[in-house]
């Protein structure tokens, strides 16, 4: 009799979720590297980026105008003289302006002693070596004081984000063209299936094509990890636990398919052979419900190298197309992030009115592939056509999933309902 794994239970949603959460809290990447500003992006920081200098350096003009004493202002319009004229990257040396005076200044340009203030040239009106001004401004408008951003030796960002547009503009800001990143975690890929065949094969009448394998190598490589593409794994138990092994060499293994209730669903099976521990074996959701979570045990009477000094954790995904890839961004993802060095966040979701109602059953949480469209602040959602989790294309005409409680059979055109955006 084949082995089973012994602490199989079903979650609900949040559990199964809250059980990820925990367990990824746990990870550790693999490493770090130095690496071109640009090369870093989508990495995880693995240092702490201090500002070099205050922020702004100087008191800065953010208009283009004159920079004055607020307090001459006060009977409009008033007439002050030009004393000077100073552009951004230009030093107000010996420059300093007395009541009754204004400079010229320009947007991003320092701010010359005695002004406290910059009054836009939309209201002003220039003739000879004077200036009318027209609207009064306060004390400190359009300057931003020198330090009010950040003061030199603050810490601008901490390890643990993630690299992106705006992480990209502060290390260039105070001057670091390389940075420390986590290592990408490397994440195996093994889709099963007597049925699929590779993307260069022809398939026969009755065969798939793999496209698990390439959406999962997608959306770990969306995640920050690197994906290692494994040959796809026949229902036959030895080849399946040679495969097993080889994609428990890294640092995370997703295994697609052979994990519903079938007779050659096999990966269960195998894996208990292996002496995996199961944390869980299944999820009250849908798509995704048989998802299994578990790991390998490291140490002398397990098939864990024992190079490796932590155990391997594993995710079969059930293999319909959809279901793979709403159980990865559910359940797979917060391992894969914790790896790559990110702390573990909560799944955000967002609202939106629904378009047209939706019928269903009570008992699982439903992800539903959907479409979120609308202009400004009038966002609707409406479900896609689909044939069930195995219908691609359908999934590919989506931007989001309509999240439904277990305890809805029915949701009327008009509602708020929770989305999960992709
Ligand atoms: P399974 O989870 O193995 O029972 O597979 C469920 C359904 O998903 C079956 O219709 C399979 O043919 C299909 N399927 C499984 N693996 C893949 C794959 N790698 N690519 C595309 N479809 C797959
Ligand atoms: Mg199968």
């Given at each position: 009799m084949a082995a089973q794994p012994e602490q199989a239970s079903i979650l609900s949603f949040e559990e199964a979720r809250a059980v990820v959460e925990d367990h990824a809290s746990h990870l550790q990447p693999r490493g770090r590297e130095l690496l071109a500003v640009l090369d870093a992006q989508g990495r995880v920081l693995a240092e702490p980026i201090h500002a070099d200098?205050?922020?702004?350096p100087f008191p800065r003009a953010t208009r283009d105008g004159y920079a004055i004493?607020?307090?001459?202002?006060?009977?409009?319009?008033t007439d002050l003289q030009i004393v000077g004229e100073i552009k951004a990257g230009g030093t107000p040396t010996g420059l300093a302006v007395q009541s009754g005076q204004g400079v010229s200044i320009m947007t991003g340009a320092p701010v010359p002693d005695g002004a406290d203030a910059v009054v836009m040239l939309e209201h002003t009106k220039h003739a000879g070596d004077h200036v009318q001004v027209t609207r009064r401004v306060a004390a400190n408008e359009n300057i931003v004081a020198a330090g009010a951003e950040a003061k030199r030796g603050d810490k601008l960002l901490s390890p643990g984000v993630r690299i992106g547009y705006a992480e990209i503009a502060v290390a260039a800001s105070v001057g670091r063209p390389r940075l420390v990143a986590y290592a990408k975690p490397r994440v195996a890929v093994l889709s099963t299936g007597d049925e699929i065949v590779d993307i260069d094969v022809p398939p026969g009448p009755n065969q798939i094509r793999n496209s698990n394998t390439y959406s999962l190598a997608a959306q770990i490589q969306d995640a920050g990890g690197d994906p290692v593409l494994l040959p796809i794994a026949p229902d036959e138990p030895a080849r399946l636990r040679e495969l097993l092994l080889e994609g428990l060499e890294a640092d995370l293994l997703l295994i697609a398919g052979g994990v519903s209730m079938g007779k050659y669903d096999l990966v269960e099976q195998v894996l208990a052979e292996l002496k995996a521990e199961f944390v869980f074996t299944g999820a009250q959701i849908q798509p995704g419900k048989p998802v299994v979570f578990g790991r390998m045990p490291c140490g002398a009477d397990t098939l864990v190298r024992e190079t490796d000094s932590v155990a391997k954790y594993f995710f079969g995904l059930p293999g319909n197309p959809v279901s793979t890839m709403v159980t990865f961004e559910l359940f797979a993802k917060p391992m894969l992030e914790a790896l790559a060095g990110m702390p573990p966040r909560k799944l955000v979701f967002t609202h939106a009115k629904l378009k047209s109602e939706i019928r269903t059953r009570i008992g699982l949480k439903r992800f539903l592939p959907a479409v979120l469209s609308g202009e400004f602040e009038r966002c609707e959602v409406e479900l896609v056509r689909w044939q069930g989790s195995g219908d691609i294309a359908s999934i590919a005409r989506s931007n989001c999933y309509v999240v439904i409680p277990p305890d809805r059979e029915r949701i009327e055109t008009g509602e708020w309902v929770p989305v999960l955006l992709r």
């Amino acid at each position: 009799m084949a082995a089973q794994p012994e602490q199989a239970s079903i979650l609900s949603f949040e559990e199964a979720r809250a059980v990820v959460e925990d367990h990824a809290s746990h990870l550790q990447p693999r490493g770090r590297e130095l690496l071109a500003v640009l090369d870093a992006q989508g990495r995880v920081l693995a240092e702490p980026i201090h500002a070099d200098r205050d922020f702004p350096p100087f008191p800065r003009a953010t208009r283009d105008g004159y920079a004055i004493r607020a307090s001459d202002l006060e009977n409009l319009p008033t007439d002050l003289q030009i004393v000077g004229e100073i552009k951004a990257g230009g030093t107000p040396t010996g420059l300093a302006v007395q009541s009754g005076q204004g400079v010229s200044i320009m947007t991003g340009a320092p701010v010359p002693d005695g002004a406290d203030a910059v009054v836009m040239l939309e209201h002003t009106k220039h003739a000879g070596d004077h200036v009318q001004v027209t609207r009064r401004v306060a004390a400190n408008e359009n300057i931003v004081a020198a330090g009010a951003e950040a003061k030199r030796g603050d810490k601008l960002l901490s390890p643990g984000v993630r690299i992106g547009y705006a992480e990209i503009a502060v290390a260039a800001s105070v001057g670091r063209p390389r940075l420390v990143a986590y290592a990408k975690p490397r994440v195996a890929v093994l889709s099963t299936g007597d049925e699929i065949v590779d993307i260069d094969v022809p398939p026969g009448p009755n065969q798939i094509r793999n496209s698990n394998t390439y959406s999962l190598a997608a959306q770990i490589q969306d995640a920050g990890g690197d994906p290692v593409l494994l040959p796809i794994a026949p229902d036959e138990p030895a080849r399946l636990r040679e495969l097993l092994l080889e994609g428990l060499e890294a640092d995370l293994l997703l295994i697609a398919g052979g994990v519903s209730m079938g007779k050659y669903d096999l990966v269960e099976q195998v894996l208990a052979e292996l002496k995996a521990e199961f944390v869980f074996t299944g999820a009250q959701i849908q798509p995704g419900k048989p998802v299994v979570f578990g790991r390998m045990p490291c140490g002398a009477d397990t098939l864990v190298r024992e190079t490796d000094s932590v155990a391997k954790y594993f995710f079969g995904l059930p293999g319909n197309p959809v279901s793979t890839m709403v159980t990865f961004e559910l359940f797979a993802k917060p391992m894969l992030e914790a790896l790559a060095g990110m702390p573990p966040r909560k799944l955000v979701f967002t609202h939106a009115k629904l378009k047209s109602e939706i019928r269903t059953r009570i008992g699982l949480k439903r992800f539903l592939p959907a479409v979120l469209s609308g202009e400004f602040e009038r966002c609707e959602v409406e479900l896609v056509r689909w044939q069930g989790s195995g219908d691609i294309a359908s999934i590919a005409r989506s931007n989001c999933y309509v999240v439904i409680p277990p305890d809805r059979e029915r949701i009327e055109t008009g509602e708020w309902v929770p989305v999960l955006l992709r």
